[in-house]
């Protein structure tokens, strides 16, 4: 059997982050970073467990990576995340000067690469990212659609503020 593609086997463990959110019961996406075939920044989303609004997987991990290279910096960096980033995510790429990113299922609704905005490739900024989008596409987005799925089955709390 021939070996997988390297986009596939480093999205892989992308989903691995995923699931680690998922085990938290935040929404199911992860993100690493990755320079010189060397994971440098591993992240998942913690916006409820950090009650933090951006504390989304990409944001997450490109703190990670930044501390670990010590730079706010990344331009060897690509960063596999399993759904089109937002356009705060996006953005925080540009600012890192991240080179590539890959990303497994689209967000039809909030996705900033190429579904709803094109900012990785805006010709308005400074930086642009080349992209790739996609990879195992089917399991990032199942992960995403059954949790969505089982949130909208959950009886819902009564507000106490009500």
């Given at each position: 059997?021939?070996d997988k593609p390297?986009?596939?086997?480093?999205?892989?463990?992308?989903?691995?982050?995923?699931?680690?959110?998922?085990?938290?019961?935040e929404?199911?996406?992860?993100?690493?970073?990755v320079?010189?075939?060397?994971?440098?920044?591993?992240?998942?989303?913690?916006?409820?467990?950090?009650?933090?609004?951006?504390?989304?997987?990409e944001?997450?991990?490109?703190?990670d990576?930044?501390?670990?290279m010590?730079n706010h910096r990344?331009?060897?960096?690509?960063?596999?995340?399993?759904?089109?980033?937002?356009?705060?995510?996006?953005?925080?790429?540009?600012?890192?000067?991240?080179?590539?990113?890959?990303?497994?299922?689209?967000?039809?609704?909030?996705?900033?690469?190429?579904?709803?905005?094109?900012?990785?490739?805006?010709?308005?900024?400074?930086?642009?990212?080349?992209?790739?989008?996609?990879?195992?596409e089917e399991?990032?987005?199942?992960?995403?659609?059954?949790f969505?799925?089982?949130?909208?089955?959950?009886?819902r709390?009564?507000?106490?503020?009500?």
């Open positions: 059997m021939p390297i986009d596939t086997v480093w999205m892989e463990l992308a989903l691995d982050e995923a699931g680690d959110a998922l085990a938290l019961d929404v199911p996406v992860g993100a690493i970073v320079i010189e075939e060397k994971i440098v920044g591993r992240g998942f989303n913690r916006n409820i467990t950090d009650q933090d609004p951006t504390a989304h997987a944001i997450v991990a490109l703190r990576a930044a501390r670990m010590r990344l331009p060897a960096a690509t960063m596999y995340v399993t759904v089109e980033p937002c356009v705060m995510c996006a953005g925080a790429m540009i600012q890192a000067r991240i080179a590539r990113l890959v990303y497994g299922a689209a967000d039809p609704k909030a996705g900033a690469v190429d579904s709803v905005f094109q900012l990785c490739n805006e010709p308005a900024l400074n930086h642009r990212i080349e992209t790739r989008s996609g990879v195992l399991k990032c987005r199942e992960m995403l659609v059954s969505l799925r089982k949130k909208r089955e959950e009886p709390e009564a507000d106490p503020d009500s």
